[in-house]
């Protein structure tokens, strides 16, 4: 088919996003804590919380970008991967060249916002769009949060073009795949190195961002079941006899009670048991301040504190070849669904999306709020 003919298919890359600068800290903890996904609280007040809390942050938030550069690198990483799909999807020796495919990038907290982006998927005279959350495990605080707001700047713009939306992936096998890859690396170097020392074979961690357990019981959100099932999908794929492995949940704040166990609670059980541990970024696909910082630095400095004697850490899938495949895959496995079963619903914001894991992302409950 010529390239003339082929028609054109946004994919949309949603993500959180992150300050560029110091200054756009504050704003960005604002624009965080003011989603209705995050404080379920009915404005005024959401917004009057929301103030009061990004300005209290700020200061400690500004000395932890300050550690990597004074700025989020979360953009320039996700733009990579936009590039690398959308090179992917029109690679002349794909099975599927009926569309010209333009990756966009909508970060839901900083720039470039949903209204910007669904604004350039216009311009461009997109026919149809693929909604690819970066986040393997849905959350009604990620993807959800997202989606609602693509649909809000849609809206907008005047953007009505037929969607369709990849709410999860928890099990892909391109993602296990470049995940097991990258894992056997940082667990192999770290047996080295328990061998040295003549200790037991080291732990291995899947720390995922924490969410509060009222998202869990409260809305059916399917998140921390989904991130144990691509934890056990790795470990199923590394296939190594006799692993210790444990899920855990980073990046507690506030009094109310999380998902659990915590990755700091886990810290101090390998001190006290004298093993090492490997730890993997299991729900991010992408470097940033809860990576960086939170598990190079901060994680890593509580486990110099509390004796363990080995602490090595994955990177991220990024732009492995194999993540990048997977979305491939992810992309076209939503394409089939739009095909068949058509567009979602733009007026539905609380569900509309089809979910190809047992547990329904659809049926979890979206907090309302304007």
Same mark, same amino acid.
């Given at each position: 088919?010529?390239?003339?003919?082929?028609?054109?298919?946004? #994919? /949309?890359?949603?993500?959180?996003?992150?300050?560029?600068?110091?200054?756009?800290?504050?704003?960005?903890?604002?624009?965080?804590?003011?989603?209705?996904?995050?404080?379920? $609280?009915?404005?005024?007040?959401?917004?009057?919380?929301?103030?009061?809390?990004?300005?209290?942050?700020?200061?400690?938030?500004?000395?932890?970008?300050?550690?990597?550069?004074?700025?989020?690198?979360?953009?320039?990483?996700?733009?990579?991967?936009?590039?690398?799909? !959308?090179?992917?999807?029109?690679?002349?020796?794909? +099975? +599927?060249?009926?569309?010209?495919?333009?990756?966009?990038?909508?970060?839901? @907290?900083?720039?470039?916002?949903?209204?910007?982006?669904?604004?350039? *998927?216009?311009?461009?005279?997109?026919?149809?769009?693929?909604?690819?959350?970066?986040?393997? !495990?849905?959350?009604?605080?990620?993807?959800?949060?997202?989606?609602?707001?693509?649909?809000?700047?849609?809206?907008?713009?005047? $953007?009505?073009?037929?969607?369709?939306?990849?709410?999860?992936?928890?099990?892909?096998?391109?993602?296990?795949?470049?995940?097991?890859?990258? #894992?056997?690396?940082? @667990?192999?170097?770290?047996?080295?190195?328990?061998?040295?020392?003549?200790?037991?074979?080291?732990?291995?961690?899947?720390?995922?961002?924490? *969410?509060?357990?009222?998202?869990?019981?409260?809305?059916?959100?399917?998140?921390?079941?989904? #991130?144990?099932?691509?934890?056990?999908?790795?470990?199923?794929?590394?296939?190594?006899?006799?692993? +210790?492995?444990?899920?855990? @949940?980073?990046?507690?704040?506030?009094?109310?009670?999380?998902?659990?166990?915590?990755?700091?609670?886990?810290?101090?059980?390998?001190?006290?048991?004298? /093993?090492?541990?490997?730890?993997?970024?299991?729900?991010?696909?992408?470097?940033?301040?809860?990576?960086?910082?939170?598990?190079?630095?901060? @994680?890593?400095?509580?486990?110099?504190?509390?004796?363990?004697?080995?602490?090595?850490?994955?990177?991220?899938?990024?732009?492995?070849?194999?993540?990048?495949?997977?979305?491939?895959?992810?992309?076209?496995?939503?394409? #089939?669904?739009?095909? !068949?079963?058509?567009?979602?619903?733009?007026? *539905?914001?609380?569900?509309?999306?089809?979910?190809?894991?047992?547990?329904?992302?659809?049926?979890?409950?979206?907090?309302?709020?304007?």
């Amino acid at each position: 088919m010529s390239e003339t003919t082929r028609k054109k298919r946004a #994919i /949309v890359l949603f993500n959180l996003g992150g300050p560029d600068s110091p200054a756009a800290v504050e704003p960005f903890l604002f624009n965080l804590f003011n989603d209705p996904a995050i404080i379920s $609280l009915p404005n005024p007040f959401r917004y009057v919380l929301a103030k009061l809390i990004s300005r209290r942050r700020a200061p400690v938030a500004q000395e932890i970008y300050a550690h990597i550069g004074g700025k989020s690198p979360l953009l320039e990483l996700t733009q990579a991967q936009a590039d690398a799909l !959308q090179a992917a999807l029109n690679d002349d020796n794909s +099975d +599927d060249t009926q569309y010209e495919n333009r990756c966009f990038i909508a970060m839901r @907290y900083w720039k470039p916002f949903a209204n910007d982006t669904a604004a350039e *998927v216009k311009a461009w005279g997109a026919e149809e769009q693929i909604l690819l959350p970066l986040y393997p !495990q849905f959350s009604t605080t990620t993807s959800g949060s997202s989606v609602k707001d693509w649909k809000r700047a849609c809206h907008q713009v005047g $953007l009505s073009a037929p969607i369709k939306t990849a709410c999860c992936y928890p099990t892909n096998p391109g993602f296990i795949d470049a995940s097991a890859e990258m #894992i056997r690396a940082g @667990y192999d170097k770290a047996v080295a190195k328990a061998d040295d020392l003549g200790i037991a074979k080291p732990r291995l961690l899947f720390s995922a961002h924490g *969410v509060p357990k009222a998202v869990i019981t409260k809305r059916g959100d399917p998140y921390q079941s989904q #991130i144990e099932k691509t934890s056990a999908a790795v470990v199923e794929k590394l296939g190594i006899a006799g692993l +210790d492995w444990k899920v855990c @949940y980073q990046s507690r704040v506030g009094p109310m009670e999380w998902i659990g166990p915590s990755t700091e609670d886990e810290i101090e059980r390998a001190g006290k048991d004298g /093993v090492g541990l490997v730890i993997v970024p299991i729900a991010f696909v992408t470097e940033h301040s809860e990576t960086l910082v939170e598990l190079d630095i901060e @994680y890593g400095e509580l486990a110099h504190e509390k004796n363990v004697p080995i602490y090595e850490r994955v990177r991220t899938v990024c732009s492995h070849p194999k993540f990048i495949d997977g979305l491939v895959s992810v992309v076209k496995q939503t394409q #089939i669904e739009l095909d !068949q079963n058509g567009s979602d619903d733009y007026t *539905v914001e609380t569900r509309g999306w089809w979910c190809p894991d047992e547990h329904s992302c659809a049926v979890a409950k979206q907090p309302g709020g304007a």
